[in-house]
């Protein structure tokens, strides 16, 4: 059981906007900045969006994040053929002193 | 570029060690926390361990403390990780993965291709 809860699944049509949810405690979300991490099917994790809402070079404005409180979530619009993939948040806790990441949610794109 | 390499990674039988190196190029190795991160065929990520710059600091995960050992040579730009008293769930593709900052928590930011240890009789 990850510390981190996400949906398994999400799906949308082509153009479509989804959101994908992360929910945690006070010991990680609450008390520290989220990330989020792509992986492309058979490929190595990216960061996608750092310190909750922060895009690295190279990732389209169509990616946004944001958190409130113990839950964050990714959100992606115009969705295309190329966002499938499973998505993977992540934050410090600091009851564990170490990372935790959710269980993962997997895109898919009608 | 950044461009981590893992090696090692094979067949091992349940009880028995192995260690995993990462070799790394393209940005100053000492001068940047690393990480091992794994993730079991088919299942999600789980975080192992993190490393300061200097090896001063080390966190690991409740499921590998006492049983993995994450270490670092700075001179040879290479990132260990050493499993001891292997399981049959320590079965995984394992990542090396470059921090952002010097000291942990230091969120990850880049990742190797990762190499697979599968632990079976």
């Known amino acids: 059981q990850s510390a981190l809860t996400q949906p398994p699944s999400a799906s949308g049509p082509p153009g479509q906007r989804v959101t994908i949810s992360c929910s945690g405690s006070s010991s990680n979300i609450e008390s520290n900045p989220v990330n989020w991490y792509q992986q492309l099917p058979g490929t190595a994790p990216k960061l996608l969006m750092y310190?909750?809402?922060q895009r690295p070079s190279g990732v389209p404005d169509r990616f946004s994040g944001s958190k409130s409180g113990t839950s964050a979530s990714l959100a992606i619009s115009g969705l295309q053929s190329e966002d499938e993939a499973d998505y993977y948040c992540?934050?410090?806790?600091?009851?564990?002193?170490?990372?935790?990441f959710g269980g993962g949610t997997k895109l898919t794109v009608l | 570029q950044v461009q981590l390499v893992e090696s090692g990674g094979g067949v091992v039988q349940p009880g028995r060690s192995l260690r995993l190196s990462c070799a790394a190029s393209?940005?100053?190795?000492?001068?940047?926390?690393m990480h091992w991160v794994r993730q079991a065929p088919g299942k999600g990520l789980e975080w192992e361990a993190v490393i300061s710059y200097d090896g001063s600091d080390k966190y690991y995960a409740d499921s590998v403390k006492g049983r993995f050992t994450i270490s670092r040579d700075n001179s040879k730009n290479t990132l260990y990780l050493q499993m001891d008293g292997l399981r049959a769930e320590d079965t995984a593709v394992y990542y090396c993965?470059?921090?952002?900052?010097?000291?942990?928590?230091?969120?990850?930011?880049?990742w190797g291709q990762g190499a697979l240890v599968t632990v079976s009789s």
């Open positions: 993965a470059k921090g952002v900052t010097s000291r942990p928590p230091s969120r990850i930011e880049y």
């Open positions: 992540a934050a410090w806790d600091d009851s564990l002193s170490g990372w935790v």
């Open positions: 310190t909750n809402n």
């Open positions: 393209g940005f100053t190795f000492s001068g940047y926390a």
